[in-house]
């Protein structure tokens, strides 16, 4: 009885020192794996790009004020070699509104739809088109909040000379939500999960 649990032991002489607790060990460290990581920050940008388009939508005129100031650029230095890229037209205003409303549910919805993915994908271990659909929204935010906030409202209207209307540090805190997440979806470590020999 005693040569039944010898072979190449660590020494804990313990019966169920075999195969047994192999299986939890796993489950528990496939929780700290690289898919698992990717599906929980999907869902948070998803969740987050949802409650600022809900907001956008609810409470249509707070955020409506805010695209009005940043493209009359009323609140800025008005210095006059500037002044001429100013956009005073009611009409182009509320379009450029809309339009970020129109892009930003459009990105809550692709990174809803990502977030599905993952999770189903965890139940396989299948991530591609997860992964392909998390990378669509990610770039769509990073488009939204890089290119329009940062840089067209940032540096063509010149939204940070405005201490009132300055939505900067909101979209660099987002456009590095979007980035970090970006990366850690297209880590290597994210391939079948029954691959990964550890």
Known sequence: MAQAHRPTSTGSGSPSSGPAPAAPRNWFLRLGAPPVAATALTAVVALCMSLVAFGNIT????????????????????DPDLMWRAVESSAVQNAAYVAVIAWETLTAAVLLTATWFWI???????????????TVGLVMMLLLFGMGFLAIGGEWFAMWQSSDWNGLDAAARNLALAAFTLLVVHLPGIRRADTART
Do not use: C, I, P
């Not at 409470?59 to 008005?78: C, E, P, R, W």
């Not at 189903?120 to 998390?134: E, N």
């Open 59 to 78: 409470d249509f005129g707070t955020n409506q004020q805010f695209v009005q100031h940043v493209l009359s650029m009323d609140t800025t230095f008005k």
């Open 120 to 134: 189903t994908g965890l139940r396989r271990d299948a991530y591609d088109r997860a992964r392909a659909a998390s």
